[in-house]
């Protein structure tokens, strides 16, 4: 079933066509992988498709629901999730205060909140920072927190936007781990924006490469990254294999 | 302002755009340049003035007396000028170091006070109380400044208040003691009405006018031209850039501070023969000088002056359209009216 | 670079949000307070009350701006309704004050969710949405000077009443039954207060102030959110302005909507610690009569001080001065400043 | 920013323990000025001693001391033992709550009678506390209408209410201008958007149509942030009104006298009613040519009595100031407790009401008779008279009793 479905979403910031007549879907249960240079619109896209931005055209369909330009947390409660790429904690709260207030949002009790929450710290490995004040952790500690925030609301898809950025290559591996039990165990339908293209590798079942606001092309993995026109796109820019 | 989180690192790839939509969070400085700013300046020149000639129309109809709006015009503008006088070293401020300083006013009073000295011990024109005040003025601001206000940069905006409000406290209540309560006076040798239009006005008046102008020129040169200004609105538009840049932003906080005090100094010493000195004179002008700055765009000096006019002839005229009501009312409707549909002021830039 | 390092202790873990203790913490307050005006002499009784509505008014200022991170500086709005709006029932009405409290916290909530809808809708932030926020206090204030409806700039006097009735709120004078009915609605702010941080609404009160994007993308509704938070504070800080009232027995468009009255909101706050619960409270119980103590120290100074005696002004320079200095160094306030210190003891770490 | 904690708490500290030492019983201060007991008995005098009345709020503060001085000089209250008088002051600060605590610490400290305030709103606050503790309190200055209209027992006040100031201010007018032969007829008014001004044109309008004129254009302000009127003086002129009636305060009334210089209507009179500018002694040096004629109708210290005169005198050698309306009333208050004292021979607080309410005491205001209190605790003979800015002094020009010189009338601005 088609679980998430972007039709020709354009927008632009005086006169810049930051995203253009994108369209893609997504099937559930499956993991689409968004690619592309800096400055090729993905994080706007996100914003487009989790409703931080309205979009100038185009729809957004969420299990069939057009969810098109609707506030963020209609949007969220629809069951779509996202992170951040520059981490948004609750700065004056502890870790799993942070996830507590997201099982609230997405309506657990204030006195079920807090043991649930525990799990979900639990599970992105944060245990240790538990009742840290979020605003102090590290880069990795923060990525997780926006993961573990994403998924105490409980969605049918994620929106990740380079959750593995900063973290080194050992911090790397439990993390993508954790990423495929979500799609295995809990059947949770995954969008991210990556630039560690083994990542991308390892987890799409299928790639979207942006350049220019526009979609380049799509398709499988080892199809994509062989397209003349994506190394082409990505030349000079930053290696096709390594992260940064 | 939102309690402090994490400090944000460097631009993300492509997601400035959220906050970038967002015009409360832009920090407009003196015209930041750009063709496109010009042609949206006079474009926005031409609705106002539009809108004024609207208003002049109202009024006279209203108040069925054309000398009665002509003398209403006259004065608004006139006193516009001192209000921009005044704003105009408050929207330097509140443009650099992003404070919002109530104690203003209380250094205007300390300029008042100088020229009553002036005029009184040693018998001098008004005016020349410039050349004291305006340097006293400076080195006052630089001192308060580095002694008091460089300690709060990074505490959250309402410490900031509270501190130029006791600094306010402070001042007035000092020159209560220095002073005693008893109202001054200082006249200018010479001062009559003069006829415009129809409508009279002293020619004191016209001179803090005038200079008004010619401030608010000296000002826009000193920000546009000279190496300081450069300095200045490039940490107005973003500190931690100059920093990276090499500039010492501790010494231009300083500075501009510095300058906007001093220009409350010479707008203390031209409206010195326009009211009556006391402690607390300097208070009156407060409050209209933040609608002005608002109005104008913070850290826009001839945005400043502008947007005094506009408050001047909205007090004016608002008179007319609203009897027995207090003119203040009007002027807080436009106040927020301009709140809400362009935060950034009338002439600031949407960067 | 220590920035790692300044991160490694800042993510000390925070003591777990303890609101029973906070809530039996009130509970000791107000037990030990109770006695208070049978020992206090009438004057300081009278400061004490003082304190209390101070109190009240910057518990109410700091849930929308402390709590709710958004910057009020016309809190004298919601201060003013509830004053205005009770003592117009009482006088032209009849109607017991007590009810008039409850009427003007919901004219207060209400005009204040208005004025916030309003400067929110418009994206207003920082020292823009304060400056709304005044500029909204001063209409108010404008537009009753003017208005034949509440007796133009005239304002009210409370009629007195030949017998003491606590259906009509008043006593004879100095009656310790008003320390105690501030007191108790001290008590009750603070409760709400505490019990409003901790539920759902209060935790997403401050999640949307440290991230409103992050709190909107996990389904908070932040429009709402900050409404019920700004609704909830201007209720509060009206009951400031009803008791106020009844216990000084005057009102008029300056007493109520006046800056100075938004500047007395901000101030408890600041000194006791923004965004604590207790921080409105410690702030209040020190400026409340730190006035008084600037002006007696001056009325009888030590003898070296001999000649600043009868110098008008000198109490209000040695209270700016004072109220300076404290900002400066404490600038988390009192209450902030000794919890950070207890936190930091608490994670083994000595300050630097 | 760790290492600011320190000295923080060092200046947290006294802060804190002086905060506290504030609210607990009052220790040495209170017990030792001790009021009724021994031979001190103390008068609480509230002013507004800082802020922007400062200058009126020092004037009655040390016009009432003076008096306190004069009664000691004199051998103290005979009936007491010649017991001293002390006066304890307080600075109300203008606010209503500063006001009301600082009464009730008088109160609490001993005093027998209050005197203030100049502030109406400040005035209503310590009338109620005077009242509800059942302590005398005699207002000097304060204008409201209101203030004894609550039923009060046991606030007096000397000065005249706005309403006789209103309408003795419309009656000299008519009366002054028909023996000049030059009746007004129209009169605009330009006032204060206050209580004291509305109150004041009120009644001025009542009587002035009642004698036959005609108040035409009536504009408002607002005295705290007004900075030029010559729009309304210049509707003034358009009105075609023949007299200009100003009721307001200081800083307002100069704007008003230069904006009529520099406008030049033509009028027969700029005419303050109890305005707080025209018939002070700085008005003339201040406004210079623009002050001549102007008129006011006001409450007024009465310069043709000796005892008046001296009593000026020893203010300016004092204070090295010229003494104000305000200061005498302050006197007179002290005085009219100091008298109470004397007869009722007691210092307790419902006799001493009692002896006040019977008060027969000349006066050294310009008033119809001596002081003494109507049923409601109005001053019954306090009348204004008229005054007017002549060679750059402010003289008492009508009723003839209080005339230093006849009135000049037309005066047209710039006379």
């Known amino acids: 079933m088609t679980l998430l479905e972007v039709e020709s979403v354009s927008k632009s910031f005086r006169g810049l066509r930051a995203v253009d007549d994108v369209s893609f879907t997504v099937e559930e249960g499956s993991i689409l992988g968004i690619i592309g240079p800096n400055g090729a619109g993905k994080t706007t896209l996100f914003n487009l498709v989790a409703g931080a931005l309205p979009p100038d055209t185009g729809s957004v369909r969420l299990a069939g629901t057009d969810v098109t330009g609707a506030k963020p947390h209609r949007i969220s409660h629809a069951g779509m999730a996202r992170t951040f790429q520059l981490m948004k904690p609750f700065g004056s709260l502890s870790v799993l205060e942070n996830v507590a207030v997201a099982r609230m949002a997405a309506g657990a009790s204030r006195r079920r909140a807090p043991a649930e929450a525990a799990d979900v710290v639990d599970r992105v490995g944060l245990t240790r920072w538990r009742d840290a004040r979020s605003e102090g952790l590290p880069t990795a500690g923060l990525k997780r927190l926006e993961l573990a925030r994403a998924l105490a609301s409980r969605p049918r898809v994620l929106l990740l936007d380079e959750v593995l950025a900063g973290l080194v290559p050992a911090e790397r591996t439990p993390v993508m781990e954790l990423l495929e039990t979500l799609r295995r165990d809990d059947g949770i339908t995954l969008v991210f924006v990556e630039h560690i293209m083994a990542a991308v590798m390892r987890l799409s079942d299928s790639v979207l490469v942006l350049d220019q606001g526009r979609v380049l092309t799509s398709g499988e993995p080892h199809q994509v990254t062989q397209d003349p026109r994506v190394i082409e796109a990505y030349l000079g820019e930053e290696p096709t294999v390594a992260g940064p | ?351 | ?352 | 920013m760790r290492k600011r904690w320190t000295p923080a708490l060092a200046v947290a500290l006294p802060v804190v323990l002086a905060a506290c030492g504030g609210s607990a019983p009052p220790g040495a201060t209170g017990s030792d000025e001790g009021g009724g007991t021994g031979d001190t008995i103390v008068i609480g005098s509230l002013h507004p001693l800082s802020g922007a009345a400062a200058a009126d709020g020092q004037q009655m503060d040390n016009g009432a001391q003076l008096a306190v001085d004069a009664i000691n000089e004199a051998g103290g209250i005979e009936s007491l033992g010649g017991a001293q008088l002390e006066l304890a002051s307080a600075d109300t600060q203008g606010a209503p709550e500063v006001g009301q605590s600082e009464a009730q610490r008088l109160i609490q400290e001993g005093a027998v009678a209050l005197v203030g305030t100049y502030q109406s709103a400040v005035s209503q606050n310590v009338a109620a506390t005077a009242e509800r503790n059942q302590v005398p309190f005699v207002i000097d200055v304060s204008s409201a209408d209101e203030i004894l209209q609550q039923g009060y027992t046991y606030t007096f006040r000397l000065q005249p209410s706005a309403e006789v100031l209103g309408q003795r201010g419309a009656e000299y007018l008519a009366q002054v201008s028909e023996a000049a032969g030059a009746p007004a007829q129209t009169v605009a008014v330009l006032h204060e958007q206050g209580p004291f001004g509305t109150a004041i044109t009120e009644s001025f309008r009542a009587q002035a149509e009642q004698l036959g004129m005609t108040v035409g254009e009536v504009i408002t302000y607002d005295a705290a942030n007004v900075s030029d009127f010559t729009t309304q003086i210049t509707t003034v002129q358009e009105s075609g009104a023949d007299v200009l009636m100003v009721a307001g305060y200081y800083r307002d009334g100069v704007l008003v006298a230069n904006a009529v210089q520099t406008v030049g209507p033509e009028l027969d009179a700029v005419y303050g009613v109890a305005n707080g500018a025209f018939d002070t002694p700085q008005f003339p040096g201040e406004v210079g040519a623009a002050g001549e004629g102007v008129f006011d109708a006001n409450y007024r210290l009465d310069i043709t009595n000796p005892e008046t005169q001296e009593l000026a005198e020893l203010y300016e050698q004092t204070h090295g100031d010229q003494m104000r309306t305000a200061a005498v009333l302050s006197h007179e208050a002290v005085r009219v407790v100091a008298d109470a004292l004397e007869r009722a021979g007691d210092t307790d607080p419902a006799a001493l009401r009692d002896a006040i309410a019977e008060t027969q005491l000349e006066s050294l205001m310009a008033q119809s008779g001596p002081i003494a209190f109507t049923e409601t605790g109005e001053n019954e003979n306090a009348t204004p008279i008229l005054m007017q800015v002549l060679d750059g002094n402010v003289r008492q020009v009508y009723p003839e009793e209080y005339a230093e010189t006849p009135p000049v009338y037309p005066a047209p601005p710039g006379l």
């Open chain 2, 1 to 351: 302002m939102t309690r402090p989180t994490t400090a944000h690192g460097a631009p993300a790839e492509d997601g400035g755009a959220v906050t970038a939509a967002d015009p409360a969070t832009d920090t407009p400085v003196a015209a930041t340049g750009g063709r496109a700013w010009w042609r949206g300046a006079v474009g926005r020149t031409a609705l106002v003035l539009l809108l004024a000639v609207l208003a002049v129309a109202l009024a006279y109809w209203r108040s069925g007396s054309g000398v009665v709006v002509s003398q209403a015009v006259v004065t608004g503008i006139l006193i516009g000028g001192v209000y921009g006088l005044v704003a105009m070293g408050l929207t330097l401020i509140f443009g650099v170091l992003d404070i919002v300083n109530f104690a203003h006013g209380a250094f205007l009073a300390v300029a008042l006070y100088v020229t009553v000295e002036m005029t009184g011990r040693f018998g001098v024109h008004p005016y020349l109380a410039l050349l004291v005040a305006v340097p006293v003025m400076f080195l006052l601001g630089a001192a308060v400044q580095r002694g008091i206000l460089s300690f709060s940069i990074g505490q959250p905006l309402e410490n900031q208040l509270l501190i130029t409000l006791g600094l306010a406290l402070l001042i007035d209540n000092l020159l209560l003691l220095v002073f005693g309560p008893n109202p001054r006076s200082v006249a200018l040798p010479g001062d009559s009405g003069v006829e415009i239009l129809g409508a009279v006005a002293t020619v004191s008046r016209l001179l803090a006018f005038g200079v008004a102008l010619v401030l608010a020129a000296l000002l826009y040169l000193l920000l546009q031209r000279t190496r300081l200004g450069t300095a200045i609105r490039a940490v107005a538009a973003n500190d931690t850039g100059a920093q990276l840049v090499g500039i010492d932003t501790r010494r231009i906080y300083m500075l501009t501070f510095a300058i906007g005090t001093a220009c409350a100094g010479a707008a203390g010493v031209l409206v010195s023969p326009l009211v009556t000195i006391e402690p607390t004179t300097g208070e009156l002008f407060n409050i209209i000088a933040f609608v002005v700055v608002v109005l104008g765009g913070m850290g826009n000096v001839v945005g400043a002056l502008v947007g005094g006019l506009l408050i001047g002839l909205t007090e004016q005229l608002g008179a007319l359209y609203l009897p027995g009501q207090s003119p203040l009312l009007a002027v807080f409707v436009v106040f927020v009216l301009v709140l809400f549909l362009r935060p950034q002021g009338l002439f600031g830039s949407k960067a």
């Open chain 3, 1 to 352: 670079m220590t920035a790692t390092a300044e991160r490694e202790a800042a993510a000390a873990p925070l003591p777990r949000p303890a609101w029973g203790r906070h809530l039996v913490a009130v509970a000791v307050l107000a037990v030990v307070l109770v006695p208070l005006p049978l020992v206090l002499p009438a004057a300081q009784q009278s400061v004490a009350v003082r304190v209390l509505v101070f109190a009240i008014l910057a518990i109410g200022w700091n849930v929308m701006s402390g709590f709710g991170g958004m910057f009020s500086f016309g809190h004298a709005a919601y201060f003013g309704l509830g004053a205005y709006v009770s003592v117009w029932l009482l006088v032209e009405r009849g109607i017991s004050p007590w009810i008039g409290m409850l009427v003007g916290m919901v004219v207060a909530g209400a005009f204040a969710a208005l004025i916030g809808f309003l400067a929110l809708r418009y994206r207003l932030k920082g020292a823009y949405f304060a400056l709304a926020t005044f500029a909204f206090a001063e209409m108010l204030r404008l537009i009753a000077i003017n208005s034949d409806l509440v007796n133009r700039a005239v304002g009210y006097n409370v009629p007195l009443r030949s017998e003491p009735s606590w259906a009509y709120m008043q006593f004879e004078p100095g009656s310790a039954n008003y320390f105690w009915i501030a007191l108790a609605l001290t008590v009750v702010a603070l409760v709400v207060t505490i019990l409003f941080l901790r539920s759902r609404q209060g935790r997403f009160t401050v999640a949307v102030r440290d991230d409103e994007d992050a709190a909107a993308a996990l389904g908070i509704p932040v429009m709402r959110t900050k409404l019920i938070t700004i609704a909830l504070s201007g209720a509060i800080t009206s009951v400031a302005g009803t008791f106020y009232v009844q216990y000084y027995f005057f009102v008029d468009p300056d007493v109520a909507f006046g800056n100075s009255v938004s500047i007395q909101a901000i101030l408890p706050a600041v000194i006791g610690g923004v965004a604590t619960i207790w921080g409105p409270v410690i702030g209040a119980a020190v400026l409340g009569p730190l006035n008084d103590v600037t002006a007696t120290v001056l009325r009888n100074p030590p003898p070296a001080l001999d000649f600043l005696q009868g110098r008008a002004g000198l109490d209000v320079v040695l209270y700016a001065l004072l109220l300076i200095l404290i900002v400066l160094l404490l600038p988390q306030g009192v209450y902030g400043a000794i919890r950070d210190r207890v936190q930091r003891r608490r994670a083994g770490r000595r300050p630097a």
